[in-house]
């Protein structure tokens, strides 16, 4: 491996770091322990690493890591920075896509910093880590350094950004990711209360996301709303008058591809 190994700790054990900190042995790295409040979840994890130990405490005073990852929930990174015993001239970041650095200010790290992956993660789902863009963020030049490294090991996409740029980013990531997941859940129930199979969609939503990547969205926009067809869009209006939520969501996003033509 051309980057440096170091050592590392995981504080949390959820589906980021159920990824991550596999695909960081993998390429070198060592992780030394996992910690979870209850240990169950750390046992899960530390039964896919090498060499990892539980973690019972949040006392890594006398930890040989250099590295300690905090992959927990957002509202939780806070509580845990100020609470967790770090070793001298120890390196403490965040996955979080939403918060900035300040979360991380009054922790005993030496330096702290934002090892961000952009992706979503699910514990069933294998990723390849060489095509995941990590977002990077230290006010320290040396923990960059080595926040850059780290990440290099793993992905080719890597980018040292500000708080400002990374929680923009992770915005537009909710419309381009979670909502365009919750518009084909929507989608799946339609066709179910019509007896059909959703996978008779599969071709025309591949088709929308290939063209989409490979030309600006915009561009290719279609649908009655783009071509101003007020009649189908009055009938589809028409057909989910059962469902006044639905009903609103369309109506708010056919008027706004009306509005941005």
């Not at 046992?43 to 250099?66: R, T």
């Not at 390849?128 to 290099?152: G, M, T, Y």
């Amino acid at each position: 491996m051309k980057n440096a190994a170091y050592h590392i700790s995981f504080i949390g054990a959820g589906n980021v770091a159920w990824h991550l900190a596999p695909a960081l042995e993998n390429v070198g790295h060592f992780v030394n322990e996992v910690y979870t409040p209850d240990g169950k979840s750390a046992k899960k994890l530390v039964g896919n690493l090498y060499n990892a130990k539980i973690k019972d405490s949040l006392d890594f005073s006398d930890s040989l890591s250099q590295i300690f990852i905090l992959a927990v929930p957002d509202d939780a990174i806070q509580g845990i920075a100020q609470e967790i015993k770090l070793p001298e001239q120890s390196l403490m970041v965040h996955t979080s896509g939403s918060k900035g650095l300040d979360v991380l200010e009054y922790s005993s790290a030496a330096a702290t910093g934002v090892f961000y992956p952009l992706q979503t993660f699910s514990k069933s789902k294998k990723l390849d880590f060489e095509r995941v863009p990590f977002l990077l963020e230290s006010e320290n030049k040396e923990a960059l350094k080595i926040l850059n490294s780290l990440a290099k090991s793993l992905s080719k996409n890597v980018k040292i950004v500000s708080t400002a740029q990374r929680k923009q980013m992770h915005l537009a990531a909710v419309f381009a990711c979670n909502f365009t997941n919750h518009m084909m859940s929507i989608s799946e129930k339609i066709m179910e209360n019509a007896q059909l199979d959703f996978s008779l969609l599969h071709p025309l939503v591949l088709e929308t996301i290939e063209k989409a990547l490979k030309h600006s969205p915009k561009s290719v926009q279609t649908g009655p709303a783009k071509r101003g067809d007020l009649e189908t869009l009055d009938k589809h209006m028409e057909m989910l008058q059962s469902d006044e939520n639905v009903q609103e969501i369309y109506r708010l996003i056919s008027q706004h591809i009306l509005d941005n033509q």
